[in-house]
T-cell receptor, first 111, second 117 residues
Framework: SQQGEEDPQALSIQEGENATMNCSYKTSINNLQWYRQNSGRGLVHLILIRSNEREKHSGRLRVTLDTSKKSSSLLITASRAADTASYFCATTKAAGNKLTFGGGTRVLVKP | ETGVTQSPTHLIKTRGQQVTLRCSSQ?????VSWYQQALGQGPQFIFQYYREEENGRGNFPPRFSGLQFPNYSSELNVNALELDDSALYLC????????????????FGPGTRLTVL
């Protein structure tokens, strides 16, 4: 079963716009991670946020975590066509243990 | 490039057959996790190997089994293949799972696409 739910399931934006996607989860976590997947291939790790953190930045990515609401958001600023991919959030209850993934958000960035 | 490699890239089998998938972990990593990703869904955890021992298992039947070798590479074996086993199989390597910091990130290989006919 999936721990997280991503919202929206699909997103279509113009190049240069911002893309925001949300993730909700059900149980307490140690950390939450975001991954990108291109065309059904391997997952690329984007960013990790620990349960005691509220916000992290990495380049054009901004992640927030609200443990009281059991939710996280990923913001991609100034999107590019190369950002077209599926984005997954994944949680872990203990450091180094299994990742529990949501169903993903499919993002299309139109040039 | 994560340094995690998987073979083969694609595989076609028939129902009832057995399959072995292989994964080489990133240098310096001693933990390998396997995931199954059905089309249009998120990956689901199969099991994890740490220092050649199983270190956690998801909700998969015993016909899914694995091995980890002294060089930390790993195999996933699936017996008595069923049509629903058709999926992308991903392995991920990471550091010591008992350490709290700096080892949480799992680095994924490109996957093996298994089709069961």
């Amino acid at each position: 079963s999936q721990q997280g739910e991503e919202d929206p399931q699909a997103l279509s934006i113009q190049e240069g716009e911002n893309a925001t996607m949300n993730c909700s989860y059900k149980t307490s976590i140690n950390n939450l991670q975001w991954y990108r997947q291109n065309s059904g291939r391997g997952l690329v790790h984007l960013i990790l946020i620990r349960s005691n953190e509220r916000e992290k930045h990495s380049g054009r990515l901004r992640v927030t975590l609200d443990t009281s609401k059991k939710s996280s958001s990923l913001l991609i600023t100034a999107s590019r066509a190369a950002d077209t991919a599926s984005y997954f959030c994944a949680t872990t209850k203990a450091a180094g243990n299994k990742l529990t993934f949501g169903g993903g958000t499919r993002v299309l960035v139109k040039p | 490039e994560t340094g995690v490699t998987q073979s083969p890239t694609h595989l076609i089998k028939t129902r009832g057959q057995q399959v072995t998938l292989r994964c080489s972990s990133q240098s310096g990593h001693n933990t390998v996790s396997w995931y199954q990703q059905a089309l249009g869904q998120g990956p689901q955890f199969i099991f994890q190997y740490y220092r050649e021992e199983e270190n956690g298992r998801g909700n998969f039947p015993p016909r899914f089994s694995g091995l980890q070798f002294p060089n930390y590479s790993s195999e996933l074996n699936v017996n008595a293949l069923e049509l629903d086993d058709s999926a992308l199989y991903l392995c991920a390597s990471s550091g010591n799972p008992t350490s709290d910091l700096g080892t949480d990130t799992q680095y994924f290989g490109p996957g093996t696409r298994l089709t069961v006919l």
